[in-house]
């Protein structure tokens, strides 16, 4: 089972409406960090937030993280055309001795019509 | 300063024959991992090397598939006797310790384009 889902898998929106995706896990975390992939290249760190942090903003984005519902939420306000790519959630999570691994989810394939 | 680089950036082999991916991760930086990522997929973990400690091999998909971490640097992933369905795109990333228990960001290569015909 995946330890980290994202929903909806697919997101169509207009220019300059906000989009909102959200991820889902299972077991506690570190941290969960959001990944940006445009079409055939390698993906793209954008934000993290740590397991004692609720909100998190970094320019257009805002991400929230509930850990008693074991949640995430990533929010692009005001998108663009360019903001078009997928989004993925990824969820550090302890998992042998002091070492820690990071598993991503499936993704989210965004589309902001011009 | 230099990123992930990974190399070749594609590779068009035959049915059986072995291919070697290579992987050259940001310095200083522990973690390395290796994913797949098929056409309009997610990432597939393969395999993760963190430090010194034995790697995690739970998603290579089967013992066709290897990788070796030589001096806790440059990491090669080996596909033996490929097959028409190892055709993907090859992905590394490493990262640094952000804490005694936690990893920072995953920086990732541009990716290795593997073709099997």
């Known amino acids: 089972s995946q330890q980290g889902e994202e929903d909806p898998q697919a997101l169509s929106i207009q220019e300059g409406e906000n989009a909102t995706m959200n991820c889902s896990y299972k077991t506690s975390i570190n941290n969960l960090q959001w990944y940006r992939q445009n079409s055939g290249r390698g993906l793209v760190h954008l934000i993290l937030?740590?397991?004692?942090?609720r909100e998190k903003h970094s320019g257009r984005l805002r991400v929230t993280l509930d850990t008693s519902k074991k949640s995430s939420s990533l929010l692009i306000t005001a998108s663009r055309a360019a903001d078009t790519a997928s989004y993925f959630c990824?969820?550090?999570?302890?998992?042998?001795?002091?070492?820690?691994?990071?598993?991503f989810g499936k993704g989210i394939t965004l589309s902001v019509r011009p | 300063g230099a990123g992930v680089s990974q190399s070749p950036s594609n590779k068009v082999t035959e049915k059986g024959k072995d291919v070697e991916l290579r992987c050259d991760p940001i310095s200083g930086h522990t973690a390395l991992y290796w994913y797949r990522q098929s056409l309009g997929q997610g990432l597939e973990f393969l395999i993760y090397f963190q430090g010194n400690s034995a790697p995690d091999k739970s998603g290579l998909p089967s013992d066709r598939f290897s990788a070796e971490r030589t001096g806790g640097s440059v990491s090669t992933l080996t596909i033996q006797r490929t097959q028409q369905e190892d055709s993907a795109v090859y992905l590394c990333?490493?990262?640094?310790?952000?804490?005694?228990?936690?990893?920072?960001?995953?920086?990732f290569g541009p990716g290795t384009r593997l073709t099997v015909l």
């Open positions: 990824a969820t550090d999570v302890l998992y042998t001795g002091a070492n820690s691994k990071l598993t």
């Open positions: 990333a490493s990262s640094r310790k952000l804490t005694s228990a936690s990893y920072n960001e995953q920086f």
């Open positions: 937030i740590r397991s004692n942090e």
